[in-house]
Every structure is written in structure tokens, then in C-alpha cells.
């Protein structure tokens, strides 16, 4: 059986694989769902002290902590960026990485460089204070549109310390780690993930496309789980 560490992405906590662990655990697999500093039931962290290195430790040392390893990688959304930091840092402990609906970077890109005139946005937003949090998203942007699923997740969602998405990235290389696959959530697609997916198919990953909107481990966790777990 496999361990799984799953890690969410922007706005999120570990609460939002609440659906997809049960599932995992059941099957036999080891599961964590380590929550990111500043976010879910950490959100009273300063944001002044989160930035992307942070989450990347955040992740990092719950591997070393946890003494995990040959671990299966999950990473939703802005967690792609967080992924390839631990994978810089330590893909000896890392079996197998999945991307779902993810951001890919480039060596030294912050998630600014994927967001469109957001990116100049959120600059201006930190010069004026840099302890600023950026909104959740909607949730329907994110394809969640069931009342129960939204009155589920709403009140979970945190705002976002802004330095997570003005870091640059570092030096990424994800082809340490052979075994890769990318889940694509295409109903609705998201354009603001073309490039990532662009980048995964130039770089021959294996891709699943699902029919769900991007929050896909809220609306459609067996479907998650059996992706994850193949």
C-alpha cells in the first residue's frame, strides 16, 4: 500500500481532502494532509512570516518529521509551486508526484507570472501593505456550485498571504521524480492553468483529463481517489 501526503492548494486547509482521505484509508493507503502556515486552521499565523519557502518547509519537515517516505505527492492548484520546492529538496523521499489541476513553474517563476494583470495586482496591493491577504476565489469559480458542497466550504476558506505568490520559485527540475501524472479538470477548465498544462504535455507527463471544475477533490472524491491511487 501507498502513504499519501496531500497538500491543497491556495485558500484551503487540510479540510478540503476531508472526501478524498477516507477513501484512500479505506483502500489501505497511509494518508496526511498537512495544512500550509497562514491558511485553514492555521490562518492566525502572521502573514508577514508566510512566503512560498515557508509552505515549501511546511511540507518538507512534515516528511522529515513524519519519517515518510516513497511517498506519493499530491499537490491541488497553487500547490504545484510548493511541490516543486520539496521535490528540490528532498525527491529521494518522493515515489511518485501528482499534480491535480496544479501550477507547473519555470526555475526562479512566482505564481504572480500565471495569474495575468492579477500578478501586477497583488504587487501593488503588497507595496501598500505588505501583510495583505488576497480573497479566496469564488467558489463557483472553482466549480463548486452544490448548495451543500458551498455551504460546506465557504466558511473553510482563508484568505491568502500575498508573499506566497511573489516568491520566486528557485531552481525547479521535476524530472528527478519519474513517475508523474497530471489531472486535468476540464469542466470548467481554468486559463489561467494553460501554460502548466502545456508545460506537462511538452514534457511527456501522463495526463487525465476529469469532467469537474477545479475544487474536483470537494465535488468528485472517488473519482480523486482512483486517480490518485493508479
Known amino acids: 500500500m501507498a502513504t ?9 486547509g487540510a479540510w478540503c481532502w476531508d472526501r478524498v482521505a477516507p477513501l484512500l484509508t479505506a483502500a489501505g493507503h497511509r494518508v496526511t494532509t498537512p495544512t500550509l502556515s497562514g ?10 512570516h508566510v512566503r512560498l519557502d515557508t509552505h515549501i518547509d ?5 516528511l522529515w518529521f513524519h519519517d515518510l517516505e516513497d511517498v506519493v505527492l499530491v499537490a491541488h492548484s497553487y500547490a504545484g509551486f510548493v511541490a516543486a520546492g520539496v521535490v528540490a529538496r528532498a525527491h529521494e523521499r518522493i515515489g511518485r508526484l501528482v499534480l491535480l489541476d496544479g501550477f507547473v513553474p519555470a526555475t526562479d517563476e512566482a505564481m504572480t507570472h500565471h495569474v495575468g494583470e492579477r500578478g501586477a495586482q497583488y504587487r501593488a496591493a503588497f507595496e501598500e501593505d505588505p501583510d495583505w491577504r488576497i ?26 498571504p500575498v508573499r506566497t505568490y511573489l516568491e520566486p520559485a528557485g531552481a525547479i527540475d521535476l524530472r528527478v521524480i ?10 470548467p477548465r481554468l486559463p489561467v492553468l494553460e501554460e502548466s498544462r502545456s508545460r506537462v504535455r511538452a514534457a511527456g507527463w501522463p495526463v487525465a483529463e476529469l469532467a469537474a471544475g477545479h475544487d474536483a ?11 490518485v491511487a493508479g
Open 135 to 160: 480573497p479566496p476565489a469564488p467558489l463557483h469559480a472553482l466549480g463548486v456550485t452544490d448548495p451543500a458542497d458551498v455551504a460546506w466550504a465557504e466558511p473553510r476558506l482563508t484568505a491568502q
Open 217 to 227: 477533490m470537494v465535488t468528485h472524491p472517488r473519482e480523486i481517489a482512483d486517480l
Open 4 to 12: 499519501f501526503v496531500l497538500v491543497h492548494g491556495a485558500w484551503h
Open 39 to 48: 491558511l485553514g486552521e492555521r490562518r492566525h499565523d502572521p502573514p508577514g
Open 178 to 187: 519519474a513517475n508523474r501524472l497530471y489531472i486535468a479538470c476540464t469542466a
Open 58 to 62: 511546511d511540507v518538507t519537515e512534515h
